[in-house]
């Protein structure tokens, strides 16, 4: 076997074409081939690039099969660059099937950085920046989306999450309703003409904003009150058992009540905790 060619991930412009930067320009210049997640809208930025090279179609529902061809036309010593519609590879877009098959072959891997929605949402949306999480799109599934709420709810950290354009009225309702009135920040349309950043109550905007349109970004504000939740059950549990139960009876909590309450802070058995106060 002769050399083994390289898999480039190229970032790409989510918006404005003057995104691209020079070394992914050089890149999408030298390497045999080209990978784009849709050919049609790939030719488009190419050809305002005056960039020509051969494409192949390369996207979530033909990733599988397509993994395959361009690992052995890798090994076969072509250079690859994988390329998405808007932003960078594998996140939220096809790329890591491949990324994770070329490792096992040991081919080199090479990240062309760019632009990346979420982060360039995040910087501007004046929420902590110093941890956060991010989802992708969330899960159509009822059952797989109640159990996404439900983590999201009890996140402290920022929480970013994509929406599609004709999705982001029932999300917004499904977050209200799910996690609660939270502070949120709609990053719309970013990098292009109509760019613009929402901010509020997630009630105030889906008041104010009934038809909104174009890719939306949905930075919401973490759960502060975990943190207090964490303190409160820390003091609690350095208390004696005696008085954890005074704490707790003080708030009016009949007995059954207030020895699950005490099982659930000091994560034990209730059997535990009634044969200690039996006597209560």
């Known amino acids: 076997m002769g050399n083994i060619g390289k898999l480039y ?12 930067t020079y070394r992914a ?3 999408l210049n030298e390497v045999d ?5 849709d050919t049609r809208h790939s030719l488009k930025l190419l050809n305002h690039l ?11 529902h033909n990733e599988d099969n397509k993994t395959e061809v361009l690992i052995n036309k890798i090994l076969n010593g072509e250079n690859i660059a994988i390329i998405t519609d808007a932003g960078t590879p594998a996140i939220s877009d096809p790329g890591e099937e491949v990324v994770k098959q070329a490792i096992e072959k040991n081919i080199e891997i090479i990240p062309i950085p760019g632009a990346c929605a979420l982060i360039n949402a995040l910087i501007c949306s004046g929420m902590n920046t110093k ?13 797989i989306r109640k159990n996404q709420f439900e983590k999201l709810k009890k996140e402290d950290k920022t929480i970013i999450i994509y929406e599609a354009p004709h ?16 502070n949120i920040v709609l990053a719309r349309e970013l990098t292009k003409i109509h760019e613009e950043f929402i901010r509020g109550k997630v009630s105030e905007i889906i008041e104010k904003y009934q038809e909104l349109k174009g890719e939306m970004i949905i930075i919401i504000e973490g759960n502060s009150n975990i943190n207090d939740e964490n303190d409160v059950k820390l003091i609690l549990n350095n208390l004696t058992l005696d008085e954890h139960y005074d704490y707790y009876k003080k708030q009016n909590y009949d007995k059954k ?5 005490i099982a659930k802070d000091r994560n034990v058995s209730k ?4 044969m200690k106060l039996i006597d209560k």
């Open 131 to 143: 941890e956060f999480c991010f989802y992708g799109f969330l899960s159509l599934n009822k059952k």
């Open 50 to 60: 005056n960039i020509s090279k051969p494409l192949i179609s390369y996207h979530r």
């Open 9 to 20: 991930l190229v970032a790409t412009p989510i918006g404005n074409l003057d995104d691209i």
């Open 257 to 261: 009540e207030i020895i699950k309450k």
């Open 271 to 274: 059997n535990d905790i009634y």
């Open 167 to 182: 999705k982001i009225n029932q999300t917004l309702k499904d977050i209200l309703s799910e996690i609660g009135d939270r």
């Open 25 to 27: 320009v050089k890149v």
């Open 33 to 37: 081939l080209i990978a784009a997640e």
